[in-house]
T-cell receptor, first 110, second 119 residues
């Protein structure tokens, strides 16, 4: 079945440093979604990518969908303490259920 | 709008006890979902309802049952709780009627979660 894997599982950064999490699928995806979950909170939708090679930006966050539509990345520039949380990717293609990756937990040291 | 609401927020059960987790959404969404979240394992789909009156199994349905009471409400029942069901449970909804399958409107809105401990 379809599998979605995320790396790294954990990341500690100093405030101001950049952060990247990677999402890889065993199959070609039709779309990829990214969610953020604050500690003790619930997942909140950030963005959806659907086109090969697509790049979208939200302030300091840059989301990219790979050319082959089998991987994606989320890059945060100059992390802040408000970026703390777990970032999940989720993807699917026709016939398969939306599958979530295991998440990357970001910790930011002030 | 409250979005997606869940009750209770916390629950402790003994092995063998039963309980129902309640979920409601006020966004007129067609699809609703139940997930469990365990450390390091992301979100795993238990059951979903692609539209009012339908329910289907997700990735990890064993030990659970669901009811789509109406368009707003989707409940999850544990008939005989086991320690392996200790987890955080999230209900979610999305606008499209395709459930977790490809849809133009499948952004999911999550409830605040229920933290369940089974002793």
């Amino acid at each position: 079945g379809q599998q979605v894997m995320q790396i790294p599982q954990y990341q500690h950064v100093q405030e101001g440093e950049d952060f990247t999490t990677y999402c890889n699928s065993s199959t070609t995806l039709s779309n990829i979604q990214w969610y953020k979950q604050r500690p003790g909170g619930h997942p909140v939708f950030l963005i959806q990518l659907v086109k090969s090679g697509e790049v979208k930006k939200q302030k300091r966050l840059t989301f990219q969908f790979g050319e082959a539509k089998k991987n994606s990345s989320l890059h945060i520039t100059a992390t802040q303490t408000t970026d703390v949380g777990t970032y999940f990717c989720a993807g699917n293609n026709a016939g398969n259920m939306l599958t979530f990756g295991g998440g990357t937990r970001l910790m930011v040291k002030p | 709008n409250a979005g997606v609401t869940q009750t209770p927020k916390f629950q402790v059960l003994k092995t063998g006890q039963s309980m129902t987790l309640q979920c409601a959404q006020d966004m007129n969404h067609n699809s609703m979902y139940w997930y469990r979240q365990d450390p390091g394992m992301g979100l795993r789909l238990i059951y979903y309802s692609a539209s009012e009156g339908t329910t289907d199994k997700g990735e990890v349905p064993n030990g659970y049952n669901v009811s789509r009471l109406n368009k707003r409400e989707f409940s999850l029942r544990l008939e005989s709780a086991a320690p392996s069901q200790t987890s955080v449970y999230f209900c979610a909804s999305s606008e499209g009627a395709g459930g977790p399958f490809l849809s133009s409107y499948n952004e999911q809105f999550f409830g605040p979660g229920t933290r369940l401990t089974v002793l």
